[in-house]
């Protein structure tokens, strides 16, 4: 996940404010700014809930987080968490079969969920009068799953044709997971969330049934509810429907035995990677290992990315794509922090008849450069007022504001950790990109492409 | 507080809310450009929606207004498209563009503060893009390189071959995005050309913001000086007979899983006022986790992943269609699902249950329409675009309640007639055995719809 950022640092392409610096009063950070009306919850059973009132409109959405994804598995039950998600919306002992997705549709409402390396969240936005309903359905499924041997069977052939859809019939999709496995071989990063075919053919209910009853529990479980709700009533039907529920005895026991030690990459030295596959003009990823998320240095990489490669402006469209001869259709640079390990990279797809081995070179040679020419004061302005824009798209639903506090409870273990992110985003320097940028390009990389002309 | 003034309405409940609904909605003129504004002052930004009342229908050659806003800022006499690019970022100014056959939107967002610096220039750029040989020879190449490679991505090239084949015959063929043929017949002087015409076309002003977003008036007057002439509409809609084969796409390599598209064309006299119903039919058939199809191929048979349905309504024809995919063994098996789905629905087979359910998820889904003021925009422009009064998006959940399953019915033997369903099939062609069991297979070239 990349984290939302953003950054008020916009004196320097301010034009409607008028006043001097003598008069004006003494500008507010970013972090005093955004203040967030939250209510916190934390029940006896280790459940945390957060609730944001919005009565702008008659609806609200809830999201929760369970603290489980591709990191917490082992080989031979790769793809649990997300094959677990599946079956979340088969029914419960109170609900019945099939009926959650009903019930919340039928009401006006929708709902979905993902699974990420490090979680697993579940939403739904629904109409005002349907709170006491989907905290039921919630809750319910938390205690009560219903894993029905039939369904689980149907089900698995619906996650291998998802499997087939993301990676075996998507380039792309090859192309980033040749990348993860690459970079974070013999890691738990190291493979696709979604699972390896073998282990999503093979693996048993009652292996994804062990696996829920150790996640899935309220000490690991974050509730976040934003919208047109009462935040006193809607406190007390959150513990009145989960407070009974047992906390499980093991999940801070699996947490603790994940240590970050065992998520770093083992690449020590520069790897190509080819990949058949059906692109007939080479795309590629280059990427390098980096922190986890919430690290110091990683803004300063958040902001190197966006310098190298977001927007029309950006260092490598320019380099590649918006020349005469045009070199790449697209690229892009993104910085990708996980929980315990992180990752920079460069992607994009070449134009026809370019030399692939000859592009790569040229760009590995490149990169350490843009570290003095491209970090400049004016870039990083740049990137933090458009990190601003961002925010406000971000928090203009109730949904986003509940992914923005769910995504840091979780990470972080405190939602207030956004003003901690917004100060270091502020005090983030050319010094320090460039450091962040000369320490990361050093490092051993990855490169992968996929292309139909590799053996 | 002004977030989103018509937003109390809801409260009163939706019955007694209408008149404040809509005086929500500011219609104002600003000398000759008509407005729509909704004040919203959650956050200090804005957006900016240009309607321009012409589209691709317009174009001499297919991609030609689709490339004349793709290098919108690719220089001006004064500034190259790096400077252009740098100002834009910059200002974290983002500049979005759509073109349909029908009409062409540019939105332009940004922080309110900086209205009069993007805005101008904005209007700089029309009054003086330059659209520079070089900078069109690179796009010209990128374009033709990515559309080659379309092939990586199985989904959006099925949606492109199955727009052309259903299409085929009718004046909305050609391709808003271009083809490898047209790329090569554009010149700065045809981009230029074409943007001096959207220059003078009416456009509408579909704006969200504070309450200083009314400063971009003067910008607008003094910088673009827009003349705003309605256009005509096209010329005598055919319609097309479509083939009754199932039309199989080979795509190179060992594709095990079949991308299934069956749709077709509709024309005005079909879609005329019948918005509403074909909404409900397209939400009953593929409009979420219980819609009818979805129930049938993925969760009492894990044929797929998702399957969907749509009827897009433009101003003057619309398109239907169901979207999936299988695998390979079963995908003749998915089509003959969806056949049989098509005809109980005409048929009545509907339970009281399905339809209630159905007529919920909308009724009680309807408030997100209008969460982002944008997306609340965006329902107005199509609401004027297709000459619809906006009562009808006030009355829409009252709509929906008075539904029948008759309507139902109806709806779905109108859109759906199965003999008249354009088919495509993309995937490999070893299918052809299994699909010839449904109808005629007609092995095509994914190559000549590029």
């Not at chain 1, 980033?176 to 979604?194: E, H, R």
């Not at chain 1, 961002?390 to 639903?397: E, F, N, P, Q, R």
């Not at chain 2, 002052?41 to 050659?61: E, N």
């Not at chain 2, 009818?292 to 797929?304: A, F, S």
Request: aromatic share 10%; proline share 4%; glycine share 8%.
């Amino acid at each position: 996940m990349k984290t939302l950022i953003l950054l008020l640092l916009l004196a320097g392409c301010s034009t409607g404010d008028k006043r001097t610096a003598a008069t004006a009063p003494k500008p507010k950070t970013l972090a005093d700014s955004i203040n967030l009306d939250v209510t916190e919850a934390k029940l006896p059973n280790g459940m945390t809930a957060l609730i944001v009132p919005n009565n702008k409109l008659p609806i609200f959405s809830l999201y929760l987080f369970y603290k489980v994804g591709g990191k917490n598995e082992v080989p031979g039950i790769t793809g649990a968490s997300h094959f677990l998600e599946h079956m979340m919306f088969k029914g419960t002992k109170k609900f019945g079969k099939n009926s959650l997705d009903f019930i919340i549709e039928g009401s006006g409402g929708s709902t979905n969920a993902y699974t990420t390396n490090d979680q697993t969240v579940y939403y739904e936005n629904l109409p005002s009068g349907q709170l006491g309903t989907i905290l039921d359905i919630e809750a319910d499924r938390l205690a009560n799953l219903n894993l029905d041997e039939d369904e689980f069977n149907k089900e698995r052939a619906v996650v291998l044709e998802e499997r087939k859809m993301r990676y075996e019939n998507s380039p792309r999709g090859q192309l980033y997971l040749a990348m993860v496995q690459s970079l974070f071989k013999d890691t738990p990063y190291g493979s696709a969330v979604i699972g390896e075919i073998p282990d999503l053919k093979s693996v048993t209910r009652d292996q994804i049934h062990q696996y829920f009853k150790r996640f899935y529990a309220p000490n690991n479980l974050t509730l976040v509810l934003v919208g047109d709700v009462d935040t006193a009533k809607a406190q007390a039907m959150v513990k009145q429907k989960f407070g009974g529920i047992p906390a499980s005895p093991t999940v801070d026991e699996a947490h603790a035995e994940l240590t970050e030690e065992k998520f770093q990459s083992r690449v020590r030295a520069d790897q190509v990677v080819n990949k058949k596959g059906e692109s007939p003009s080479p795309i590629f990823m280059l990427a390098y290992p980096t922190y986890k998320v919430g690290h110091a240095k990683g803004y300063a990489l958040d902001v190197l990315s966006s310098i190298l490669g977001s927007g029309k402006s950006s260092t490598l469209i320019n380099e590649y794509a918006l020349i005469k001869k045009p070199v790449a259709t697209s690229v892009y640079a993104a910085h990708q922090q996980l929980e315990k390990a992180g990752f920079f990279f460069i992607g994009g797809e070449l134009v026809r008849g370019v030399k692939l081995e000859d592009f790569r070179r040229d760009l590995k040679k490149k990169l350490a450069g843009y570290c003095e020419t491209e970090v400049t004061d004016k870039n990083i302005q740049k990137i933090k007022n458009n990190y601003l824009v961002d925010l406000y798209a971000g928090l203009d639903t109730n949904a986003g504001l509940a992914q923005f506090l769910g995504d840091r409870q979780t990470l972080f273990e405190d939602w207030r950790f956004y003003k901690t992110e917004l100060e270091l985003y502020e005090k983030v320097t050319v010094e320090d990109v460039r450091a962040a940028c000369h320490e990361t390009f050093k490092k051993p990389s990855v490169f992968v492409s996929v292309w139909n002309k590799h053996k | 507080m002004k977030y989103l003034a018509m937003s109390f309405l809801f409260l009163v409940g939706l019955a007694q809310a209408k008149p404040t609904f809509l005086d929500s909605v500011q219609r104002l003129k600003w000398d000759d450009l008509e407005v729509v504004w909704i004040e919203d002052d959650k956050f200090p930004r804005f957006t900016a929606s240009i309607f321009f009342q012409d589209g691709a229908l317009s174009d001499p050659m297919a991609g030609l207004t689709q490339a004349t806003f793709d290098q919108f800022t690719a220089g001006t006499s004064k500034e190259t498209q790096r400077q252009l690019a740098e100002f834009f970022d910059f200002y974290g100014a983002n500049l979005k563009h759509t073109v349909t056959h029908e009409y062409s939107v540019l939105s332009i967002q940004a922080l309110t503060k900086d209205i009069k610096p993007v805005m101008g220039k904005v209007c700089e750029i029309f009054k003086d893009a330059k659209f520079p040989e070089d900078e069109l020879n690179s796009y010209v190449s990128r374009s033709r390189s990515h559309l080659k490679n379309l092939v990586t991505s199985h989904s959006a090239l099925a949606d492109r071959i199955f727009r052309s084949l259903s299409l085929e015959g009718t004046i909305y063929a050609k391709p808003v995005e271009g083809s490898l043929e047209s790329f090569g017949r554009f010149t700065s002087k045809l981009l230029k050309d074409r943007l001096a015409q959207l220059n003078k076309t009416k456009k509408i002003l579909y704006l969200s913001g504070p309450a200083g977003v009314k400063e971009m008036r003067d910008v607008l007057r003094k910088d673009c000086q827009w003349s705003h002439e309605a256009r005509a509409t096209a010329g005598p809609l055919k319609k097309p007979e479509p083939e009754s084969v199932i039309y199989l796409a080979d795509v190179p390599g060992d594709a095990n899983q079949a991308q299934i598209r069956i749709g077709r064309y509709l024309t005005y006299d079909e879609i005329k006022g019948k918005s509403d119903q074909f909404q409900f039919l397209s939400t009953f058939l593929g409009g979420g986790f219980t819609s009818k199809l979805v129930q049938e191929l993925r969760v009492k048979r894990g044929l797929t992943y998702s399957a969907g349905a749509y009827v897009s309504m433009q101003r003057d024809y619309g398109r239907a269609g169901i979207i999936t995919f299988s695998k390979n063994e079963t995908a003749a098996e998915a089509i003959s699902i969806i056949r049989d789905v098509f005809q109980e629905v005409g048929a009545g087979v509907v339970t009281p249950q399905e339809f209630e359910h159905q007529q919920g998820h909308l009724i009680g889904g309807y408030a997100f329409g209008f969460e982002e003021t944008t997306a609340f925009l965006g329902q107005i422009m199509q609401y004027d675009h297709q000459g619809r009064d906006l009562e009808e998006l006030v009355n829409f959940p009252q709509t929906i309640k008075k539904m029948t399953p008759a309507t139902l019915s109806q709806a779905d033997l109108e859109v759906y007639p199965w003999d008249r369903m354009t088919i495509l099939v993309l995937g490999d062609k070893s299918l052809a055995k299994s699909l010839s069991r449904i109808r005629p297979v007609k092995l095509i070239r994914y190559e000549d719809y590029l």
